[in-house]
């Protein structure tokens, strides 16, 4: 159970720069607030199972957390806290070998507040990742690995000048190849890597002219009409 104030939380609001009226996505302090919540966890290695199956084990947590902060509207959900989330992962050690394979799983949250106008929040849906790694120690000086991580970051539904958009949800695969050394007794490190990361549907900040507040600024005889909006938006592959 924790307590805090001055929370930095992230937020949309309308601000007037130069003349101009700008949605400014911008980290806010938020007033007094609170966070709590549950962990439990688990990990052992089942010593007793035959042949190459001696040297599983599991590790396995999971995660209860809720959050409220306070500012001049109200109270509010934290933002980028999920309620539920739980982490299981198989490990492996014998002789020479080692491994882990691991998946990550969390609920929903609030990204940040008014991101599609006053009281339309930005939130995020269920994500997920799994990775995996692969070693062997050829020798007490030198051991190869492999790595492979697949991640998402989930998608949103939002709404622009009115009407209803999506972002993608963005998606990861990354994979890498290395040895690690030791030389001269010891006394130096020597590491090399390969690796390749491939993401689709990046999701990243894009701009784009809000009729709505253009539109008030024209009513308003403002000089330079032209307000714009900072929205999530994807590029196609990275």
Do not use: C
Not at 42 to 70: C, E, H, R, W
């Amino acid at each position: 159970h924790h307590k805090f104030d001055g929370y930095i939380q992230q937020r949309i609001s309308s601000e007037t720069i130069g003349g101009k009226v700008y949605d400014v996505d911008r980290p806010y302090n938020t007033g007094a607030g609170k966070l709590q919540g549950l962990e439990i966890g688990y990990q052992q290695f089942y010593d007793g199972l035959p042949g190459i199956l001696n040297g599983l084990g599991l590790q396995a947590n999971g995660t209860y957390m809720s959050g409220k902060t306070d500012d001049e509207t109200g109270s509010h959900a934290t933002t980028g806290v999920s309620r539920y989330a739980y982490n299981l992962v198989v490990l492996y050690e014998k002789d020479a070998w080692s491994g882990r394979l691991a998946y990550n799983w969390r609920s929903k949250f609030i990204d940040s507040y008014n991101q599609g106008g006053p009281g339309l929040d930005l939130k995020v849906a269920a994500t997920a990742q799994l990775d995996g790694s692969l070693s062997y120690k050829i020798n007490d000086n030198i051991t190869a690995y492999a790595s492979w991580q697949y991640g998402e970051k989930s998608g949103a539904a939002l709404v622009v000048n009115g009407l209803p958009t999506t972002v993608k949800p963005e998606r990861t695969n990354a994979y890498e190849l290395g040895v690690k050394t030791f030389l001269l007794n010891k006394t130096l490190t020597l590491n090399a890597d390969v690796f390749l990361m491939d993401i689709k549907d990046y999701q990243q900040t894009v701009v784009a002219i809000d009729q709505f507040a253009t539109q008030d600024n024209i009513n308003n005889n403002i000089a330079n009409p032209t307000a714009y909006a900072s929205i999530q938006g994807n590029v196609a592959k990275v």
